[in-house]
């Protein structure tokens, strides 16, 4: 018997962009709710093409032992726990 479960919630976005965006956004609003999602396991992928999937989050490990990368997968700029733009108050 397993004492872990995973939760798939299919939601469909129009391109690979939005539902990159759509699922950094979910994953970081449901992180605030729960200590136990894992932002840097979440994948996106075409609807008729389930099983090639496409990261969302960096999740490199951090060069200071600190974690991992919480920035896009994309992201041009050095890996960081958190999204500059989510320091700003």
């Not at 018997?1 to 956004?25: G, N, Q, Y």
């Not at 099983?51 to 050095?78: E, K, M, Y």
């Amino acid at each position: 018997m397993t004492d872990r479960w995973v939760i798939h919630l299919p939601i469909t976005a129009p391109d690979l962009h939005r539902a990159r965006i759509f699922a950094r956004t979910a994953a970081r609003v449901l992180a605030r709710l729960s200590a136990r999602v894992e932002p840097g396991g979440v994948t996106v992928s075409a609807e008729d093409q389930q099983n090639v999937r496409h990261w969302v989050f960096c999740d490199r490990l951090l060069p200071d032992g600190g974690g991992r990368c919480a920035l896009p997968v994309d992201h041009t700029s050095p890996c960081a726990r958190r999204a500059p733009w989510l320091n700003r108050r």
